[in-house]
Every structure is written in C-alpha cells, then in structure tokens.
C-alpha cells in the first residue's frame, strides 16, 4: 500500500522558517522524482520545489527560489522542504508528490502551513 504522510505544517509568523517532511512507503522510494506542491484558498496547485530520485538534481519555482529547499535521504525514504524566510503568500496546503517514467504518480494528503502575525 502507497503512502505520503506529510509533518511539519503550522502557524508560523512572516520571516519564520518550517522543515516539512514527507515518510514515503509502499513503492521503491530511489526510483522516484520526488516534488513539492502548494494550493493556496481560491488557486490552482502549483509546483514548488522537485528533486531527481537520486538528488542530484533540484528545481524551483521562480516565487520561492533561495528561500526553500528541497532534499531527500533515500534511506530513509523522506523528502523535506525546508522553508526560510517565511511570506504570507506561502500560506497554503502543501503536498508530497512521487512520480515515475510517466506512468505512476502518487499525492500525500497535504499539510497546512499558515504564515501570519
């Protein structure tokens, strides 16, 4: 059985900093990119952060580039998206996604993350 559970979500005021993370089981965590994704109240889930399945590879959305970071430790079967520099625009639910060779992908539940004074 697949799963993403996500941790690490809260209330944290602007200029703050989160880890999330997100324990993968059921599938062979090494061969899977690896993605965050956001959705904030009234948009489209957006693409935040992506890692290559060994992590050698990272990309970024352009709004959070230099303040989040993606990174991942295959033995552990965990990605983390470790978030400095905290804005209002980043309250949203943030979601675990795994994907590969275009034909199986997987979506945690999501965890909330608020960032407020």
């Known amino acids: 059985q697949v799963q993403l559970v996500e941790s690490g979500g809260g209330l944290v005021q602007p200029g703050g900093s989160l880890r999330l993370s997100c324990a993968a089981s059921?599938?062979?965590?090494?061969?899977?990119?690896m993605s965050w994704y956001r959705q904030a109240p009234g948009k489209e889930r957006e693409l935040v952060a992506a890692?290559?399945?060994?992590?050698?590879?990272?990309n970024y959305a352009a709004s959070v580039k230099g303040r989040l970071t993606i990174s991942r430790v295959n033995d552990k079967n965990t990605v983390y998206l470790t978030m400095n520099s905290l804005k209002p625009d980043d309250t949203a639910v943030y979601y675990c996604?795994?994907?590969?060779?275009?034909?199986?992908?997987?979506w945690g539940q999501g965890t909330q993350v608020t960032v407020s004074s």
């Open positions: 059921g599938f062979t965590f090494s061969s899977y990119r």
């Open positions: 890692i290559s399945n060994t992590g050698g590879s990272t």
């Open positions: 996604n795994a994907y590969f060779n275009r034909k199986y992908e997987y």
